[in-house]
Every structure is written in C-alpha cells, then in structure tokens.
C-alpha cells in the first residue's frame, strides 16, 4: 500500500486528481514547509503565513485538474501559493501603494563584500521591514522571478509604478545592508 513507501509525485498528483484524501495530505507533507517559506514573504507574521499556506494549498486541490504536467509541479504550487498570498494579504491589508517618485532613480552603491558578509536571516530581516508594496513587488520581481508588466497585472498597479517600487525597494535594501555592515565593523553612519 502506498501509506509505507513514497510515492513518486505523478502518482500522488493523479490521486489527488481523483480525490483521495490521503493522497492530498502526503502531497501537502512534501511540501508545505518549502511553500511556508514562499509565504512568509508576504505575511507580517508566521500565524498569517500559515493562513496563506492553507488557503493556497485549497486552491491547489481545487485546481489540481487544470495542472497537464507542462514544467515543474513544485513551480506550478509556488505560482499558486505567491498569487494566493498577494490575494490574501489585499484582502486582510489595506494596501497602501507607496510611490516615492523622488530618490527612485538615486540607489547608493553597496560594497560587495558588506553585501556578502550578510546572512540570508538578516536580509530576510531587512526585506520584511520594507512597506507592504515595496515588499511585494521586490519579492515578485527579484525572488519569484515576474516581470514588471505581471507584477502590474497582479497587484493592479502600472509597470511604472512597478518599477518605481522595485528601485525605491532596491534603494532602501542597499542603505539598511550598509547600515547593518557599519554597525557590525565598528563604523560611525
């Protein structure tokens, strides 16, 4: 029975198809921590994260038909899961659409080994302190991989404002990266 062995995901895909509980539940063990992560982007907090989980891996079960095995079943549950996050924050958040056309096109530079001396914690520190737009539309664009004009589409916001959000995001990443590398060698900034 396939409760003792693991099965290969084609077949736990084609089970979910038809319905199977158990099957849905193996399918969410393999990868709801992965898809967590993708959450936590765009949630304030860990229990939120949690929500967005959830009610993205609903959506899952419940499109799981329209899936035809073109490309990756892991990116086709990520795609979900962003999509389901930005749905689920707009809609307990009051977006705020933060535009700051002033300073958008001034990026101070960043010292490549301050850059590397970071831990991914601290960036994701950094990153979670930026507004909710400037947030999502960083993470969109350079962790998930979507294009200005996706991004728009998604957030119902212009490619300018897009990428207005994404350079202002880039900007205030590069100030805290220095500042956060000022402090740990000692330096006055």
Not at 118 to 132: F, G, H, N, Y
Request: with cysteine; charged share 25%; net charge positive.
């Amino acid at each position: 029975m396939f409760l003792e062995s693991k099965p290969h995901i084609n077949e736990l895909i084609e089970r979910c198809k038809a319905g199977q509980r158990k099957a849905q539940e193996l399918l969410y063990k393999q990868f709801a921590a992965k898809m967590l992560g993708v959450c936590m982007r765009y949630a304030t907090d860990k229990m939120e994260a949690e929500d967005m989980l959830q009610n993205g891996f609903i959506k899952v079960f419940q499109k799981i038909a329209d899936y035809r095995g073109e490309g990756s079943f892991e990116g086709w549950v990520r795609r979900i899961m962003v999509h389901s996050s930005i749905e689920y924050y707009r809609r307990h958040h009051k977006m705020m659409q933060m535009v700051d056309m002033e300073g958008a096109g001034h990026e101070p530079s960043v010292n490549a080994a301050a850059a590397s001396s970071l831990e991914a914690k601290d960036l994701l520190i950094i990153i979670k302190a930026l507004s909710p737009g400037y947030r999502m539309v960083f993470n969109l664009y350079a962790i998930d991989g979507y294009s200005h004009k996706e991004i728009a589409e998604i957030m119902c916001i212009s490619e300018g404002a897009s990428k207005s959000q994404l350079s202002r995001a880039r900007a205030i990443l590069k100030e805290q990266v220095l500042k956060m590398d000022n402090k740990r060698y000692g330096y006055a900034g």
